[in-house]
């Protein structure tokens, strides 16, 4: 089992770059979470999805932010035209099912933009 | 605004020392209140957790300790190891949701 996996580990892009970060949740979870870590600070929430439905993504900057889950493939996080603020660490987890089971975090993507 | 408040920001402690953070909420609708443990480099990774009808809930050398009517719960490392040297987080969540609102983490370094 090898557990959530996020790639790139790294990503740097320069201001105005798109960058998009990739999710493949544990086998048999079909429920992704996406959480955004900036310096100094703990993890925002920032978009809940299924298989092809966005469930909650109350967290996303109304602007440039994106995201996706296909029914085959990896969960998707799209960042259009980047600025220097989105440099971060982006953080995915799954679930088996139902919400009220625990998370499983992958290792993150860490995104410089220069 | 910040849902969980966290302290102290970082924190040094000797091998076999205790360490204790501290986390406070306002919203009492929060139900479940978890710990997770950051290596660097690494996602964060559930390490103790808790419900608001136990007052006290120990695994292994980390207790966490819950004051409902104080609304404030706490995490101890007994006899601390350089091992345990992370960033920790609290967390809380809403009955029956699935967003976690984290503190802003410790960084706890253990000298050997």
């Known amino acids: 089992n090898a557990g959530v996996m996020q790639n790139p580990r790294h990503l740097v892009r320069r201001r105005g770059q798109e960058a998009r970060l990739r999710c493949s949740p544990m086998?048999?979870?079909?429920?992704v979470y996406w959480y955004r870590q900036l310096p100094e600070e703990g993890l925002k929430f920032m978009v809940y999805?299924?298989?092809?439905?966005?469930?909650?993504e109350s967290g996303m900057p109304k602007e440039r932010f994106s995201a996706e889950f296909p029914k085959e493939g990896p969960s998707i996080l799209r960042i259009q035209q980047v600025v220097r603020g989105d440099s971060a660490a982006y953080f995915c987890?799954?679930?088996?099912?139902?919400?009220?089971?625990?998370?499983?975090f992958g290792s993150g993507t860490r995104l410089t933009v220069v | 605004q910040q849902q969980v408040k966290q302290s102290p920001q970082s924190l040094i402690v000797q091998k076999g020392g205790i360490s204790i953070i501290n986390c406070a909420y306002e919203?009492?609708?929060?139900?479940?209140f978890p710990w997770y443990q950051q290596f660097p480099g690494k996602g964060p990774a559930l390490l103790i957790a808790?419900?608001?009808?136990?007052s006290e809930k120990k695994e292994g050398r980390f207790t966490i300790s819950f004051n409902k009517s104080a609304k404030q719960f706490s995490l101890h490392i007994m006899d601390s190891q350089p091992g345990d040297s992370a960033t920790y987080f609290c967390a809380a969540r809403y009955r029956n949701d699935y967003k976690l609102s984290f503190g802003a983490g410790t960084t706890v370094t253990v000298r050997a």
């Open positions: 999805l299924q298989k092809e439905n966005i469930i909650d």
């Open positions: 086998k048999g979870h079909s429920h």
């Open positions: 987890a799954s679930s088996p099912g139902s919400p009220n089971y625990g998370y499983t």
């Open positions: 808790i419900r608001p009808d136990v």
């Open positions: 919203n009492t609708a929060f139900d479940y």
